[in-house]
């Protein structure tokens, strides 16, 4: 389960599992779009990062590729969270 703490401005939401932060999802405020981001970098390297139009789309997208990344790895969610 992934849980988020907000900024003071609900602006930017840091992603966490457990006590540890994985990622973020920030809100631009020149576009007003969802800005995500994985802490963690893929098999083939670069960075898991994307923009979407709203916050749970934005959350949606970091929770999908986060699981990716568990697969990529062999790790199984039940163990890791």
């Known amino acids: 389960m992934i849980t988020y703490k907000s900024n003071k401005t609900g602006t930017l939401l840091a992603a966490y599992s457990h006590m ?8 631009r405020t020149t576009t007003g779009r969802w800005f995500w981001q994985l802490i963690l970098l893929k098999p083939e390297g670069g960075a898991y990062h994307g923009i979407e139009d709203t916050e749970e789309a934005a959350k949606d997208a970091l929770e999908i590729n986060l699981q990716h990344w568990l697969d990529d790895a062999g790790l199984k969610p039940d163990k890791v969270w």
């Open 20 to 27: 540890v932060r994985i990622g973020y999802v920030e809100r």
